[in-house]
């Protein structure tokens, strides 16, 4: 059964940060990663997509990675922005989407 | 990306009563569409997928005679809630599947007092 883990549960930064949030899943046997945005009260936003067979994907500020191998995924977040303030999920997709608990960032002005 | 709508966004009823969630795929002939369901301060789970024109298929633990989910069209599914109880007080979400990814519907509060 698929476990997906994301530390930490919150972090709180001040804006212009570099900042890390990290994933981890039991069953490397994915065909993909995902990252999403929820904003409270809010549906989810994709913000990146890996397939099993990529390392890595970049969109604007935010690149993240992928290693099947260690059951890990990365999400860095370059210069943050207040407007960065979300929580962020992780999703392992095998037989179904298998969500993390999130990170609850907060970036302060 | 597809353009995925719930409706309502929020609703309060009473115990005993039953509730339809609306799942709308708006630019986009969804086959497939998931319903989840999310605590607060937990992640996501997924409860049941629904295919246009057949039965829905339901995780292991969730009542398929409480969760009444129709996939009549290629643009809507309902999840109708029966005899809601405090407990079911949650917030539902639906997808649709892409060709690579799924795209997320903004939720719908249900709060049962």
């Known amino acids: 059964k698929q476990e997906v883990t994301q530390i930490p549960a919150a972090l709180s930064v001040p804006e212009g940060e570099n900042l890390v949030l990290n994933c981890s899943f039991t069953?490397?046997?994915?065909?993909?990663l995902q990252w999403f945005r929820q904003d409270p009260g809010k549906g989810l936003t994709s913000l990146l997509l890996?397939?099993?067979?990529?390392r890595e994907q970049t969109s604007g500020r935010l690149n993240a990675s992928l290693d099947k191998s260690s059951g890990r995924s990365t999400l860095y977040i370059a210069a943050s922005q207040p407007g960065d303030s979300a929580t962020y999920l992780c999703?392992?997709?095998?037989?179904?989407?298998?969500f993390g608990k999130g990170t609850k960032l907060t970036v302060n002005p | 990306g597809a353009v995925v709508s719930q409706h309502p966004s929020r609703v309060i009823c009473k115990s005993g009563t039953s509730v339809k969630i609306e799942c709308r795929s708006l630019?986009?002939?969804?086959?497939?569409m998931f319903w989840y369901r999310q605590f607060p301060k937990q992640s996501l789970m997924l409860m049941a997928t629904?295919?246009?024109?057949?039965?829905?298929?339901?995780e292991q633990g969730v009542e398929k005679d409480k969760f009444l989910i129709n996939h009549a069209s290629l643009t809507l599914s309902t999840l109708t809630v029966t005899s809601a109880h405090p407990e079911d007080s949650s917030f539902y979400i639906c997808?649709?599947?892409?060709?690579?990814?799924?795209?997320f519907g903004p939720g719908t509060r249900l709060l049962v007092l």
């Open positions: 997808s649709v599947q892409g060709q690579e990814t799924q795209y």
């Open positions: 069953d490397s046997a994915i065909y993909n």
């Open positions: 890996i397939q099993s067979s990529q």
């Open positions: 999703a392992g997709l095998a037989e179904k989407l298998v």
């Open positions: 630019d986009f002939q969804a086959t497939t």
């Open positions: 629904s295919n246009e024109g057949s039965k829905a298929t339901y």
